[in-house]
């Protein structure tokens, strides 16, 4: 069975870094792109960015470049999603998901990881 | 960059019939097949419903179906049913090589 586990969910200060994860089963972790996707509190999906395990090829949107990192390490199959310096209106819910083989889809998803960042 | 909309919200009585539009401001939609729709009941995470514009992934009922005409795609459930009451998004990969979500439509189950 497909499994994405994420971290458990975070609260943090601004300006404190953080590192969260996904861990996946059920599959070959190296062969399949990891997305990760933004919904802030009451609204919609975003988009972030993947990376692909097998050669931790990554692609940012554009509005995510530079201030978040994508990162994966195969060997616990393991994919990360990371800020430098969080601030407030980081506070949202984040999703992994498997982009589907040979479409342009996520099939399979975490139960997602709620970062709450407050002073 | 593209941009999807979609009704913020739709209703139906069960064993009805509704229909969520999703219509992109550039011309990706009709140029490709690479509109998917998700559902997100309250609480939960997305789920993958319909793939490749009318694609349905093993499991989801046939209840659920997707079309595309121009620039919009379209989710129609038939049947309504209690527990399809939950937000759904369409979701696009633009020629930017960019995947974009619409901002969600509430279906209401009356």
């Known amino acids: 069975e497909v499994q994405l586990v994420q971290s458990g969910a975070e609260v943090k200060k601004p300006g404190e870094s953080l590192k969260i994860s996904c861990r996946g089963s059920?599959?070959?972790?190296?062969?399949?792109?990891i997305a990760w996707v933004r919904q802030m509190p009451g609204k919609g999906l975003e988009w972030m960015g993947f990376?692909?395990?097998?050669?931790?090829?990554?692609r940012y949107s554009p509005s995510f470049q530079g201030q978040v990192t994508i990162s994966a390490d195969k060997s616990i199959s393991t994919a990360y999603l990371q800020w430098s310096s969080l601030k407030a209106s980081d506070t949202a819910m984040y999703y992994c998901?498997?982009?589907?083989?040979?479409?342009?889809?996520?099939?399979?998803w975490g139960q997602g990881t709620l970062v709450t960042v407050s002073s | 960059q593209s941009a999807l909309t979609q009704p913020p919200s739709v209703s139906g009585s069960p064993g009805q019939s509704v229909t969520i539009s999703c219509t992109e401001t550039?011309?990706?939609?009709?140029?490709?097949?690479?509109v998917s729709w998700y559902q997100q009941p309250p609480g939960t995470a997305p789920k993958l419903i319909i793939y490749?514009?009318?694609n349905r992934p093993s499991g989801v009922p046939d209840r659920f179906s997707g079309s595309k005409s121009g620039n919009t795609a379209s989710l129609t459930i038939s049947g309504l049913q209690a527990e399809d009451e939950a937000d759904y998004y369409c979701?696009?990969?633009?020629?930017?090589?960019?995947?974009?979500f619409g901002g969600g439509t509430k279906l209401t189950v009356l």
């Open positions: 059920g599959y070959s972790f190296t062969s399949y792109w």
């Open positions: 979701s696009l990969y633009t020629s930017s090589s960019t995947w974009v």
């Open positions: 490749e514009v009318s």
């Open positions: 998901a498997r982009r589907m083989a040979g479409y342009y889809s996520f099939d399979y």
């Open positions: 990376i692909y395990p097998g050669d931790s090829d990554t």
């Open positions: 550039s011309s990706d939609i009709g140029s490709y097949n690479r």
